[in-house]
């Protein structure tokens, strides 16, 4: 009886050591070391076992990892694509973050990284690129929370790339996913950026399109939520007004 107790009572610890959480502290040291290359080296060893490959830690550490070597200005091969390998990380690390504890405790990091794909999008669209600037865009949809604004940059891009048909089908769905939306008090700082200028770049096309009405109604569909931004307010009296 008593070696049947011991059995049990080592079944059942064996599964509480299961059951714990990793703190992961070799990744924290790795980022806080700013050393990069060996951090995404560690992150896929986490990959590949089997009771953290689905941890939204680890792939929010390798998102990290490879911002930081782009940053760093890295002349790796290995590492070309480091940006756009992270969107894909970071959208992994929503993935499996259920509750949305990562992305809470890791609030500001994402918001910056988020805000530099947005910075991509806008840079390619300044020099009327519109090609590249749908490329980041699609890439971005792996990480919106809140997709409205990208599926309006969505529809901006194609329709500036000659793919009307596909524009109106975008800014349909952006429409749609606008319907209930009351307040943007919530959502992530990228989001409401793509939005501002999601609405600004499909109401200048919808405007090269003839579509003045159509345009106009739609900045003033968004207008109260941008009330104390003045890039969006000069957009909106040079629209509107």
């Not at 490959?53 to 911002?67: D, F, S």
């Not at 390998?85 to 690390?93: A, E, I, P, W």
């Amino acid at each position: 009886m008593k070696a049947l107790f011991s059995l049990f009572a080592g079944i059942f610890l064996s599964f509480g050591v299961q059951a714990q959480a990793p703190d992961f502290d070799d990744l924290k040291i790795l980022n806080a070391d700013a050393d990069y290359e060996k951090l995404v080296r560690q992150c896929e060893k986490y990959m590949d076992k089997d009771d953290t490959k689905k941890n939204p830690t680890v792939y929010l550490c390798m998102t990290k990892a490879l911002y930081g070597i782009e940053i760093s200005g890295s002349d790796n091969e290995n590492f070309k694509n480091a940006f756009k390998d992270g969107l894909g990380y970071l959208g992994k690390c929503f993935k499996y973050d259920e509750d949305g504890t990562v992305q809470a405790e890791h609030e500001e990091f994402i918001d910056e990284f988020s805000m530099a794909c947005v910075e991509r999008i806008l840079n390619d669209i300044s020099v009327g690129d519109y090609r590249k600037a749908y490329g980041w865009n699609i890439k971005y949809k792996k990480i919106a929370r809140n997709p409205a604004g990208m599926n309006f940059m969505d529809g901006a891009c194609k329709y500036r790339n000659s793919d009307k048909s596909g524009a109106n089908a975008a800014w349909k769905l952006a429409n749609n996913e606008l319907e209930d939306v009351t307040s943007i008090e919530d959502w992530a700082v990228a989001d409401i950026a793509l939005l501002k200028h999601g609405v600004i770049q499909t109401a200048e096309a919808m405007i090269s399109g003839r579509q003045l009405e159509k345009a106009q109604e739609l900045m003033n569909k968004v207008a109260p939520w941008f009330e104390d931004d003045d890039d969006f307010q000069a957009q909106y009296d040079k629209i509107v007004n």
